[in-house]
T-cell receptor
Framework: DTGVSQNPRHKITKRGQNVTFRCDPI?????LYWYRQTLGQGPEFLTY????????KSRLLSDRFSAERPKGSFSTLEIQRTEQGDSAMYLC????????????FGPGTRLLVL | AQSVTQPDIHITVSEGASLELRCNYS??????LFWYVQSPGQGLQLLLK??????LVQGIKGFEAEFKRSQSSFNLRKPSVHWSDAAEYFC???????????FGAGTRLFVKA
């Protein structure tokens, strides 16, 4: 078990471009979460999946954002027509539904939109 | 509304001194409470968690936290700080109805020699 992994670790893009991030959760974990963290703030919830079903989305997740978890394993977060305000750290976490609900975080993908 | 408040944006402590980081929460039911640590440019590492039972919980790296329901607090403590503890610390409450966790804004810890 290598923990939650995220790729890429860093992404620089120009405004208006599309970007896609990948998250690989801990193998037996059936819940997967996406958070966004801006400088000086704590992570803010974006969305979460249980297996392949996306069960909740924050109002922060505008229609330019889309997340998928097609086979209930890895997940992708795509941002279309990026804006400078999208610059942030995007964190993925996973957990196992088994009474407790401890989320284990990946190292994050830092996005800079120029 | 559910929320987490960390009153101290940053704290400076001498190496070897004791540490207490404050956390207050607002939640409609018995919360699940967490403390995470984040080193620069890194993801979050779980230090400890409280779900139920003993209100004093032990975590990794010598940290402990005490849940006080009457004060809606979950303060993090360490008896002797090491230089490697310098990082940002986040208190969190969850899971909420949609299983999302709400984080405080964080407290940055500086350790001076």
């Amino acid at each position: 078990d290598t923990g939650v992994s995220q790729n890429p670790r860093h992404k620089i893009t120009k405004r208006g471009q599309n970007v896609t991030f990948r998250c690989d959760p801990i193998s037996e974990h059936n819940r997967l979460y996406w958070y966004r963290q801006t400088l000086g703030q704590g992570p803010e919830f974006l969305t979460y999946f249980q297996n392949e079903a996306q069960l909740e989305k924050s109002r922060l997740l505008s229609d330019r954002f889309s997340a998928e978890r097609p086979k209930g394993s890895f997940s992708t977060l795509e941002i279309q027509r990026t804006e400078q305000g999208d610059s942030a750290m995007y964190l993925c976490a996973s957990s196992l539904v088994r009474g407790e609900e401890t989320q284990y975080f990946g190292p994050g993908t830092r996005l800079l939109v120029l | 509304a559910q929320s987490v408040t960390q009153p101290d944006i940053h704290i400076t402590v001498s190496e070897g001194a004791s540490l207490e980081l404050r956390c207050n929460y607002s939640y409609g039911a018995t919360p699940y409470l967490f403390w995470y640590v984040q080193s620069p440019g890194q993801g979050l590492q779980l230090l400890l968690k409280y779900f139920s039972g003993d209100t004093l919980v032990q975590g990794i790296k010598g940290f402990e936290a005490e849940f006080k329901r009457s004060q809606s607090s979950f303060n993090l403590r360490k008896p002797s700080v090491h230089w490697s503890d310098a990082a940002e610390y986040f208190c969190a409450v969850g899971p909420l109805g949609g299983f999302k966790t709400i984080f405080g804004a964080g407290t940055r810890l500086f350790v001076k020699a």
